[in-house]
């Protein structure tokens, strides 16, 4: 079946660091894929998106790139911030039983250093 | 913009109670989700419903069930509450091939 496979955490990093965080996916055909984040505290809401292959998906800085070759959506941001310290979650949709779920992975926690 | 709102935010129970879990969406969407997560599993599936009192098991249906009594509405039951329950409840609702919509969680302990 469809699933996300991200790396694992937790990451830690000094603020204007550099960031990556992996995420590779295994799907039938090329579905959309999906960042969410999710603060200390909340739910988890939208980072990012991308619709089809070599799509590139933007918002507060960080970017991701839908790589068909090599099954990945890696999360990249230049220089991060404290404020960036949140759980990272990767996710593609699924069709399930005739219905559509969302698949994520596991997760990975960040924490930005001052 | 989509709302999804978590009857609690935080929830104390005993051993053995039925607690209930609200989850209202005011989007007037299908599709609507329950998952559980548990540091270092990320989030699992334990039900899903994609019509009125329609409703379909995740990856961990065991202990739960759901009523989808309106559209707008998905309730989680836990039956018989046990310790290994206490979880962050997530509800969320999706449009097909698009972004999921998340409530702001339920933190759950059950002693």
């Known amino acids: 079946g469809d699933s996300v496979t991200q790396m694992e955490g937790p990451v830690t990093l000094s603020e204007e660091a550099f960031l990556t965080i992996n995420c590779t996916y295994t799907?039938?055909?090329?579905?959309?894929l999906f960042w969410y984040v999710q603060y200390p505290g909340e739910g988890l809401q939208l980072l990012l998106k991308?619709?089809?292959?070599?799509d590139k998906g933007s918002n507060k800085g960080f970017e991701a790139t839908y790589r068909k070759e090599t099954t990945s959506f890696h999360l990249e941001k230049g220089s991060v911030q404290v404020s960036d310290s949140a759980v990272y979650f990767c996710?593609?949709?699924?069709?399930?039983?005739?219905?559509?779920?969302?698949?994520f992975g596991q997760g990975t926690r960040l924490t930005i250093n001052p | 913009d989509v709302k999804v709102t978590q009857s609690s935010r935080y929830l104390v129970k005993r051993t053995g109670e039925k607690v209930f879990l609200e989850c209202v969406q005011d989007?007037?969407?299908?599709?609507m989700f329950w998952y559980r997560q548990d540091p270092g599993l990320g989030l699992r599936l334990i039900y899903f419903?994609?019509?009125?009192?329609?409703?379909e098991k995740g990856d961990i249906p065991e202990g739960y069930s759901v009523s989808r009594e309106k559209k707008e509405r998905f309730s989680l039951i836990l039956e018989s509450a046990s310790t290994n329950q206490t979880s962050m409840y997530l509800c969320a609702t999706v449009l097909p091939n698009t972004e999921a919509f998340f409530g702001q969680g339920t933190r759950l302990t059950v002693v």
């Open positions: 419903s994609y019509d009125v009192k329609m409703k």
């Open positions: 996710a593609l949709p699924s069709l399930i039983q005739g219905a559509q779920k969302l698949v």
């Open positions: 991308a619709t089809k292959a070599d």
């Open positions: 799907a039938t055909g090329y579905p959309s």
């Open positions: 989007m007037d969407h299908e599709n």
